[in-house]
C-alpha cells in the first residue's frame, strides 16, 4: 500500500480509503464488516471513511465495533455531517446545534475521542456559513477533530470555506467528490482550485458503483443481489451509469485492463490514482477478496498512452459538465 499527503496537511493516508456507505448495518452484518476492516488493515488501508447519516447512524457503530482494540493512532477515521439522523427539525444541515450534537454521537458510535477528518457532507444554504466554520473551528480547537473537509461543494463555495476556515486557525484540507473514467465534473474547476488552495480529493464511487467492473454487460440479465437489478432480474436503466452506449463502451476497457495486468475494478481504481490531486480513492467492499483486488491498484503507474486509450474507448460517455452534479442543482 503506498500513502499521500492529505491536501496540503502533514497527514498521510492510504491511497486507497475502506468506506461503508451502503455497506455496514445495511448489505452485510457485523461480523462481515469486522472480516473486512481487518483484511483492510491487514492489506496496508490504514483510512476508513463513514457517515453520521448512513445506514440511520448503524455504519457509524459497526465501524466503531470492528476497530475495537485497534491502535488509534494506527489509523485515520474520517465521518461526515449534513444528512439527516433524526425526525427532528434541527437533525440534520450544518447549524451549530447540529453540528456539535453530531459530532458527540459519531465519536460516541466509532468508539474514539476524535476524528482525523470531520467532512460536511453537502453545503447547507439555510445556515450561515460563518456559523458552520465557527463551529468547526470550535471543534477543532476543543481536540474532537484534526482537520475539516467538504463534500460536493462547488468552486465559490470551497473558496469561501478556506478563507473562513484560515481566519478561525483550522485546516480545511479535502473534498470528498464522486470521480471516476466516466464522470469527471471536478477536472475542469475544483481540482485545478484546490491545487491552487491546497486541496486534495478523497474521491467516492471510484468504480462508478460497480459499472467499472464490467459486470453489467449490454443487454444481459442483471447480477444477482446487484443494486441495479429488478424485482424481475432486468438491469434498471433509470440510471445515467445504466445507458447502453455506456455499457457498451465499457465492455471496451476490458482489454485495456488486461493489458495493465488488473481487473477491470483494480484497473478503474488505478486509473483515478493516476490525478496526482487525488489523496485517496474510497472503495466499498463486502468480502474481503473485493478489497484484495482494489488493493492491487495502489502504487500502480498507468503509461500516458493506455490512458489516451481509455479516452478513446469512452468517448462520448464521460460526463465532465460541473452543472450535472445533483448537490449543485439544490443551489437557491
Known sequence: MEYRKLGNSGMYVSEIAYGNWVTHGEQIDQAAATSCVRAALDLGITTFDTADAYAGTRAETALGEALDGVRRESVEIFTKVYFPTGEGKNDRGLSRKHIMESINGSLRRLRTDYVDLYQAHRYDYETPL???????????????????????????????GVALAKELGIQLVSNQPQYNMLWRVIEPEVVPLSE??????????????????????????????????????AVKADHRYLQPAVLEAVQGLRPLADEAGLSMAAFAVAWVLQNPNISAAIVGASRPEQLKDNATASGVVLDPALLARVDEVLGGVVERDPAKVESFLKRP
Not at 465557527?134 to 473558496?159: C, L, M, N
Not at 468504480?207 to 453489467?216: F, H, N, S
Open 196 to 233: 491552487e488552495l491546497g486541496l486534495g480529493q478523497i474521491v467516492w464511487s471510484p468504480i462508478a458503483q460497480g459499472v467499472l467492473t464490467g459486470k453489467y454487460a449490454p443487454g444481459a440479465a442483471a447480477p444477482a443481489s446487484s443494486r441495479f437489478s429488478t424485482p424481475e432480474g
Open 130 to 160: 460563518e456559523e458552520t466554520m465557527q463551529a468547526f473551528a470550535d471543534i477543532v480547537h476543543s481536540g474532537k477533530a484534526h482537520y475539516i473537509g467538504v463534500s460536493e461543494w462547488t468552486p465559490d463555495e470551497i473558496r469561501a
